[in-house]
């Protein structure tokens, strides 16, 4: 993952933030540090593994999609 990648998935955490923050108020107090990290942890995942895909060009699409039909 190059470092472009990592402060996209950084920024990503940094929109997301406030909303787990506001949705952590309905979880005990004890478990919220543990939810967040978690949360965060699976958006990190989940960020990688769409960024590491390799998605065709639309040439690529079309030419693909010709072949099928």
């Excluded at 929109?15 to 978690?38: A, G, H, V, W």
């Excluded at 990688?48 to 895909?53: A, I």
Aim: glycine share 2%; aromatic share 8%.
């Amino acid at each position: 993952m190059s470092l472009h990648d990592e402060k996209e998935i950084e920024k990503l955490l940094e929109n997301f933030t406030p909303m787990i923050k506001s949705k952590l108020n309905n979880t005990s107090y004890q478990e919220r540090e543990d939810l967040e990290q978690e949360l965060k942890m699976k958006i990190c995942e989940k960020a990688e593994m769409l960024l590491c895909q390799d998605v065709p060009g639309f040439w690529e699409f079309i030419t693909e999609l010709l072949k099928v039909l």
